[in-house]
């Protein structure tokens, strides 16, 4: 069974940087678009970010381009989510889910991803 893992997760002044991971377990990363989605407390899901298999398509939600980067070491069964400048708007579980079907680009739209990890609380205040 397709395991996913998310780490990084932590309390950060607003303006500050995190990393999150998204490490896989009893399969090949290599094979699946990687996803990221979030979701804040009583509000709904929000698409985040996505790569492609080989990491050669990236997307990155347009309210969040040029503080959010994503990218994946498939050596290491990893995909990252960088994120800097973070504000309060920020806080929220990020979760990162598997899709076995796109193969050269990535499809935000979460019902394309078939498994997800359990998610990495990240919260944004002084």
């Known amino acids: 069974q397709l395991q996913l893992v998310e780490s990084g997760g932590d309390l950060v002044q607003p303006g500050g940087s995190l990393r999150l991971s998204c490490a896989a377990s009893?399969?090949?990363?290599?094979?699946?678009?990687i996803g990221w989605f979030r979701q804040a407390p009583g509000k709904g899901r929000e698409d985040v970010s996505c790569?492609?298999?080989?990491?050669?398509?990236?997307y990155i939600a347009d309210s969040l381009k040029g503080r959010f980067t994503i990218s994946r070491d498939n050596a290491k069964n990893t995909v990252y989510l960088q994120m800097n400048s973070l504000e309060p708007e920020d806080t929220a579980i990020y979760y990162c889910?598997?899709?076995?079907?796109?193969?050269?680009?990535?499809?935000?739209?979460?019902?394309?991803?078939?498994?997800w990890g359990q998610g990495t609380q990240v919260t944004v205040s002084s």
């Open positions: 889910a598997a899709d076995p079907i796109s193969q050269w680009t990535c499809y935000i739209d979460a019902d394309g991803y078939s498994d």
């Open positions: 009893g399969f090949t990363l290599a094979t699946y678009a």
């Open positions: 790569i492609s298999r080989s990491g050669g398509y990236t």
